[in-house]
């Protein structure tokens, strides 16, 4: 059974960091990528950031890039998001996704398996 379980979330002042972890199970991450998505009260679901199947190519959008990162550990078949400097906007809830094969693309709707997300609160 194909599963992954987000979990790090939380709440945090502005400045914080978060690692969120995205554990897979079902499935090897040699054969998936896996994008990091998140979605804000009242807004679309956005991509932030994915790893290859390979493990050796990432993406981080633009406007994360500063403060984002992303790693795989395949032992624990996981991926991690980093988020460092959290501010106010970064609030919202965080999901990760897996699609079968090499590309590893930023559009929600080429990813095949999702989580159930973790909320990421960001207040003072």
């Known amino acids: 059974q194909v599963q992954l379980v987000e979990s790090g979330g939380g709440l945090v002042q502005p400045g914080s960091s978060l690692r969120l972890s995205c554990a897979v199970s079902g499935f090897s991450l040699d054969f998936y990528a896996i994008g990091w998505f998140r979605q804000a009260p009242g807004k679309e679901r956005e991509a932030l950031a994915c790893i290859s199947n390979s493990g050796s190519r990432t993406y981080v959008m633009d406007f994360v890039k500063s403060r984002f990162t992303l790693s795989r550990d395949d032992a624990k078949n996981t991926v991690f998001l980093t988020m460092d400097a959290l501010e106010v906007e970064d609030t919202g809830v965080y999901y990760c996704?897996?699609?079968?094969?090499?590309?590893?693309?930023?559009?929600?709707?080429?990813?095949?398996?999702w989580g159930q997300g973790t909320q990421v609160t960001v207040s003072s």
């Open positions: 996704a897996g699609k079968y094969g090499t590309s590893w693309p930023l559009t929600p709707a080429e990813y095949n398996f």
